[in-house]
């Protein structure tokens, strides 16, 4: 047997693509006593969840709720749920996230039809037009809102609206995006979107809210056959997490104490203000930029495709060994930052200002470490 | 929007058929500071926790490790990667949760071949033989070793020795029975094994410990078809966690701070020994069993067929009203005992001795809180 003491973590800064830091309050909250999945105090808070859910996606989908699994497990409930064996899905991919799609489309028995842009950019609308126009026989669209492999903001509310002028359905990436930048699942027409507690919303890993429309629901009603995964059946789901006025009917046991800090965490960003949170990702983004350009570093994405919140930067040539760069930076700074993922492992580094993590602080520390590293 | 300030849970003692008791250290590992899920220090807490968990299942197999969701998440696990189209499984249902394997099997494509046995007796192992014989193209046995909707013990040694006398892989369902009652993984034979953390291992709910021995692995490696589920892929998830001595791959975003609190409690276990942990789930059974006698409750379940952590007791005559008696429970002495499920429901309550629940103390309390409310 190995050591088998306790655990102590070293306290790091999370500047990666996340997880994010974590805020005190809700680091508390996740320490709360357990109580039952089915206590009232618990059913409560199911319902605030849901509420607060709802604002921060903007909408008043009834179907908004979080999955008891990290963001990979939302994008499965999205894809099994809605993509039935023969259909057909526009998949956008421009990062390592669309790929994942595709998967996700083939094991559900679809049909995949790739829209490819290049990694670090937006999502071209005129390839997807051009894509629907060719496939008549598609119903759905799927594309990454913030791909976290990149660093790119690819337009939602045109992609939606395309999709929608195509009789397609739209399956919405916004595990990066919720919280960080503007995302109205209503106003823009988004059928299903999922996210991940671990980036914006400044919560552990581990949860990923969901929201279904009107029309989503109508699919999945109409299947003609059964979800394939029993966990993530939306049909079972929403007897868990809509009582309706009856009785809740049991599904799976919740993880009673990562709800505690998903409800924390939305309790702070209603207190901030969503406007204002968007708002501040920006201005931390602005400062951050301006300090990597004082560095002499450049970005992976051009400009008006950036996420503020996930910033890739070329690695420049006088680093001979990333990882050792990367791996300095946690040991002598107990600074996170994120590799580069798939086709731009080795050439991107990752910088995340994501939900609490978006401040001055973490900004000036980053800042700081960098120059001191790349001076060496 | 409704109330959206700090939520703060009433200080509950769980004694229903999970989530069980979180001792405080437990909650204190879990509020540690968040880092990231490639984080060398991280990286080192997930061999820890294999190696523990490698104890707490009493096997040497390599793929050992909590899956990022509960506890269906990990039956779910078992199935979609053992069980492909065309495959028979034999599930043995005495329970609520043999009939979710029957569930599972269908949506993997594969036949099953049920035996049933009453809600609140073991699996009879004459009749899983005679189904064996009958249907010598299964290839796969499944049954629950602890049935928590009832409270049975089934002798998954006998079980596993008449699946492998038949040439069938077993796959075993041991949320509750983990720590709380003997179980020899590599003994006895078994090929895939689930648990929760929320039941004897006394961590929050949301993680679900699986194992899976060679012969698993190779019909896995064997597969025609891809698993249906990206998320639950244990050819990606292996990859993941499994270093191998190089870089571990990016599979999804594991549950941080979960992991903290997993680990504590399989700390906690490993102190107190496991043989130990099984004595005193004894011990305190008897004593409740007392208790129970002398308020003149009896029990489902015969009592060499019963799980010493899920005492199921017939509700007496005397109440009219047992949702509204365990409300009282829950209002007047913070106690939380669990209701009868599908065909017990209205008929038994179910009362938790699960891991750092199985007290002297949460006894007391039981008993005391049933005497008052017994005698109004």
């Not at 913030?146 to 690819?154: F, K």
């Not at 106003?187 to 991940?196: E, L, N, Q, R, T």
């Not at 394939?228 to 993880?255: C, I, K």
């Not at 990702?281 to 951050?288: A, D, G, I, S, V």
Request: hydrophobic fraction near 40%.
């Amino acid at each position: 047997m190995p050591a088998s003491s306790s655990f102590m973590p070293p306290k790091r800064t999370l500047m990666g693509p996340g997880p994010s830091d974590v805020p005190d309050r809700v680091l508390a909250a996740l320490a709360q006593p357990t109580i039952g999945h089915l206590d009232p105090a618990f059913q409560g808070l199911m319902e605030d969840i849901k509420a607060l859910l709802k604002y921060a996606f903007q909408t008043e989908n009834r179907l908004t709720f979080p999955v008891s699994a990290p963001g990979s497990a939302g994008m499965e409930t999205c894809f099994v749920n809605l993509v039935e064996p023969g259909d057909t899905v526009i998949v956008c991919q421009n990062g390592a996230f669309g790929g994942r799609m595709k998967e996700n489309v083939e094991r559900c028995g679809g049909t995949a039809v790739m829209v490819m842009d290049d990694w670090g950019r937006a999502v071209s609308p005129a390839k997807v037009e051009a894509a629907l126009k060719a496939h008549p026989e598609a119903n759905i669209l799927a594309f990454v809102h913030a791909e976290t492999s990149t660093g790119a903001l690819s337009d939602a509310e045109t992609l939606c609206r395309l999709a929608q002028d195509h009789d397609c359905l739209t399956i919405v990436d916004a595990v990066t995006s919720l919280g960080g930048v503007p995302l109205y699942v209503d106003k823009w027409g988004i059928d299903a979107v999922y996210s991940g507690s671990q980036k914006c919303l400044s919560c552990p890993p581990g949860i990923s809210p969901v929201s279904f429309g009107d029309r989503a629901i109508a699919k999945i009603r109409a299947r003609t056959t059964k979800v394939q995964s029993w966990f993530l059946d939306l049909n079972l789901v929403m007897d868990y997490w809509e009582s309706n006025g009856g009785a809740r009917s049991y599904h799976h046991t919740a993880p009673v104490n990562a709800m505690y800090a998903l409800h924390e965490s939305l309790v702070m960003l209603k207190e901030e203000g969503l406007e204002n949170a968007w708002a501040r990702h920006q201005t931390m983004h602005e400062k951050l930029r301006d300090g990597l350009k004082e560095l002499g570093l450049t970005y992976l994405v051009p400009a008006p495709e950036r996420l503020p919140q996930l910033n890739s930067v070329m690695i420049p040539d006088t680093v001979t060994d990333e990882a050792a760069f990367r791996s300095a930076l946690l040991t002598d700074h107990n600074l996170e930052i994120g590799a580069g993922l798939g086709t731009l492992a080795g050439k991107v580094w990752r910088i995340g200002l994501m939900g609490y993590g978006a401040s001055d602080k973490n900004i000036a520390l980053c800042l700081n470490a960098l120059r001191t590293l790349l001076r060496r």
